[in-house]
Each structure stands twice: as C-alpha cells, then as structure tokens.
T-cell receptor
C-alpha cells in the first residue's frame, strides 16, 4: 500500500453538504498538504499543516492531523458545485522534504 | 507572477516514438521536480533538480526517460522510445531554495501512447 492513502476513493454529495476526506500515511513527516486537481488542470495547493500542528482552517477548509494515528482529514464545509475535483494529500518526510508522496486521491462530486 | 508552465498540454504518440515534455518553473525557483500520475493511480515523484544538477532521480522508471535542465532554467523530460504504460499525466513543480516542500505545480502534460 502507498504512503498517503485517501479514503474514500470517491464521494458524491449534494451542494451545501459537508465533505470529509481522510488520508493515512506511514512514515514520520514534516508536513502534510492537501491539493486539488480539477479535471484537466494542474494541482492547486489548498493547505499545509505541520507535524506539530493539530488543526488548521482556511476559509471553508478544515484540516486535522493526528500524528499518533498517522492520519489527516480534510473537511470542506458548505460544498459548492465548483468544489468538484480530485483531492490529494501529500507528505514530505524528515529525510527527504523535497519528495512529496501523494496518495491516489479522492474524487469528489458535488451535485447542484 | 507567472506560475509553472508546461508544454504541450496534451500529446498523443505511437508506441516507439519519442516525446519531449517541457517545464518552465517559476522565475527564481532553483528547485524543479517532475512527477507523474499513471492510469489514475497516485502521483509519483520522478526526479528533483537543484539548478542544473540532478539531486535525486530515484523515481525515474527506466532508462527510456531522460531529464535535463540546462542552464538551470527550464527542464525537459524525454521519453524514448515511448511505451503504452508511459501514458499518464506528467506534472512539473518548482520551489524556492530552503522551502522544498512548498511546491508549485504546473497544469501537467497528458501523454497518450497508442
């Protein structure tokens, strides 16, 4: 299995609902980041949480990090159709901060 | 400020042909990275340049792949000869020195090998 596995693989919700995606990883990390990829476009950085942080907010995004469980969650509140995209978590390790390790992503569909 | 740009956005080639992908990092970013996502799987690291030097090419799948960054500016990734399993999206990213984890990604090049 891979570092940075997301769960679920696919999520379909109604506009206005909240979406929660989870990510698990295996090794010690410096940072954990969440990215979004809209269809046919590049990766857009959403939020970074450091290993000594437990929670971080940015607009409608809320990220938590539990280093004891090696897991993180991304919550998108009051979802919009424009949030439809694939979401990836990425970690960088203590011994190779330049090498981001991505999971396979969660495909989010927000139905209008 | 211009972001990371990649060219072409999409390339369709036949098995056995050669393709060269180009990446222009953000101006002033010494670090440049290549990643790829194959068949809807996870995005995987290919290699890392610091200026013109390859720091880590441990993710390069085989010797059919050659990356260069002459002059420490733009980078090219050549696949020769291309195989079917090389199909996927190739991403380039760049970052400032000392902030290697803060990588800015380009839009990617979608490579289709038929």
């Amino acid at each position: 299995s891979q570092q940075g596995e997301e769960d679920p693989q696919a999520l379909s919700i109604q506009e206005g609902e909240n979406a929660t995606m989870n990510c698990s990883y295996k090794t010690s990390i410096n940072n954990l980041q969440w990215y979004r990829q809209n269809s046919g476009r590049g990766l857009v950085h959403l939020i970074l949480i450091r290993s000594n942080e437990r929670e971080k907010h940015s607009g409608r995004l809320r990220v938590t990090l539990d280093t004891s469980k090696k897991s993180s969650s991304l919550l998108i509140t009051a979802s919009r159709a424009a949030d439809t995209a694939s979401y990836f978590c990425a970690t960088d390790g203590r011994d190779s901060s330049y090498k981001l390790i991505f999971g396979s992503g969660t495909r989010l569909l927000v139905r209008p | 400020e211009a972001g990371v740009t990649q060219f072409p956005s999409h390339s369709v080639i036949e098995k056995g042909q050669t393709v060269t992908l180009r990446c222009d990092p953000i101006s002033g970013h010494d670090n440049l990275y290549w990643y790829r996502r194959v068949m809807g799987k996870e995005i995987k690291f290919l290699l890392h340049f610091v200026k013109e030097s390859k720091q880590d090419e441990s993710g390069m799948p085989n010797n059919r792949f050659l990356a260069e960054r002459t002059g420490g500016t733009y980078s090219t990734l050549k696949v020769q000869p291309a195989e079917l399993e090389d199909s996927g999206v190739y991403f380039c990213a760049s970052s400032l020195s000392g902030r290697s984890y803060e990588q800015y990604f380009g839009p990617g090049t979608r490579l289709t090998v038929t």
